[in-house]
């Protein structure tokens, strides 16, 4: 009874001990918290004031719009790339008075030369001068500097960069137009500014955690992973509370754009923001592509599968090449004329280089490094020739977001073959008016086997899918763009 009566008065003086902190401790809680708002506001107050310093007039004496792009690999050459240049070209045409900036870590070349390569690439001119903001820290967005926790690393990274960004210019229009969306309420809390982004794939996905989910391996997936229960339910953890701050901070914004049905699904399911949100078709060049002349197959004329991507690891070039070998060794033989396999596209960085790299040494292992070609960072012109002169173009990416450059294949004319899922299985490789545009793979084998069949189609059948093809992909023309963009953005204009 004695040591039951002692543990008791044990426990007592205990929970005496903790109420007696409690009040303090919530009153210290409370300062602190206080304390961090002022400081928050003073920063907004000061970087206010240093705006207003900088700030340029009109010639009436009005203040003059700044309307900032972030998009720190403005030179890499892909698809969000043309967005990027077609949103500006729109937004100065409709509002001249502004001055644009784009906030850019490519710090090994100029702004002209920047403006030059998106002539020459996406054979977009800009109307009026644009400023670049140049930046110091992009490595820190860089998926190599996070080999574990990569999602996390990069999304704090992107707060980093974007308090640069914001040291060196602070915007009234901020644009998200890569996909940092922890760099939204830097810009409309601290920054004062109307905030708003166009998402080309949302960082994480609810496919993402299904991927998970079931112990699936993929390139973000990795193997060891996947045979663990428990890493993977470690992992399933880490990636929900991830999906619920990502939705805290993307639905901070004032506008959200999205690129296809297959981000709307995910970006309302994780913002739920849908007033805000609404789908605007990135822009592609039909006309450009449509000018090429579709010609009838002639019967000497060598084939050639185009694919067109950026070599990043999600666009999964090795499938193509794999499953192009099967597809030459399965059709060797009797076959006096056999295609080639041409893979365009940019490199960003030394990591995308040493893919290539690594793709070539495939293609030997394979034994058809004499059968595939690499077009690196191509002109304008020369891959127009190279859409021009191909049967098939391929693409393997699951769950592309949208895809600018199937869109750009079925434009000049090729039988498109991409994958079944995301965007080109929702929005392009879509019937039209009945008739079909184009074939959708899942795997190795499906692809190799679709090449075969539309190489074993009649050159008539085979014009005609091209043509039911080309009249299909009116609806993603710069015009269709350039009207849905300026309609999003008009609330941050006002």
Known sequence: DILHSSEWCSYADFTLLLCSLFVPGLVLSGALCLCLVVLLWGVRLWLQQRKNQLAS????????????????????????????????????KKYK?????????????????????????????????????????????????????????????????????????????????????FTLPLFKYLGGCRVGCYVHYPTISTDMLSMVRSQNARFNNAA????????????????????????????????????????????????????????????CDVQTFLDIPLHEEKSTTEYSIVSLGQFRPEKDHPLQIRAFAKFLEKTAVGQQSLPKLILIGGCRNQQDEQRVNRLKKLCEEL???????????????????????????????????????????????????????GGPKLDIVVPYEGHITGFLAENEDDYFETMAQILSLSPEKRLEIRQNARRSVNRFADQEFEGAFLLSVEPLFK
């Open 57 to 92: 007039t009109r010639k009436d004496g009005k203040h003059q719009l700044v309307v900032a792009f972030f998009h720190p690999y403005c030179n890499a050459g892909g698809g969000g790339e043309r967005v990027l240049w077609c949103a500006i070209r729109a937004l100065q």
């Open 224 to 283: 060891f992973i996947t045979r663990n229960p428990l890493l993977s339910k470690l992992k399933l953890v880490y990636y929900y509370l991830f999906a619920f701050v990502y939705g805290l901070v993307g639905s901070r914004s004032d506008v959200i754009m999205v690129n296809s049905s297959w981000t709307l699904n995910h970006i309302l399911s994780l913002w739920r923001a849908g007033a805000c949100t609404s789908v605007v078709y990135p822009p």
């Open 97 to 181: 008075d502004a001055i644009y900036v784009v906030y850019t870590g490519d710090k090994d070349v100029t702004g002209e030369q920047i403006v030059e390569s998106a002539f020459r690439r996406f054979n977009i001119k800009l109307t009026h001068p644009v400023k670049f903001v140049f930046l110091e820290k992009r490595y820190l967005v860089e998926a190599s500097l996070y080999p574990h926790f990569t999602l996390l690393g990069q999304s704090l990274g992107s707060v980093f960069l974007g308090w640069e960004a914001l040291m060196k210019c602070v915007p009234d229009v901020y644009i998200d137009s890569m996909g940092y969306a």
């Open 367 to 421: 034994g058809v490094d004499k059968k595939v070609e690499f077009k690196v960072n191509i002109p304008f012109e020369e891959l127009k020739q190279y859409l021009a002169d191909a049967i098939i173009g391929l693409h393997t990416m699951w769950n592309e977001h949208f895809g600018i450059g199937i869109v750009e294949c079925m434009a000049a004319g090729t039988i498109i073959l991409a994958h079944n899922s």
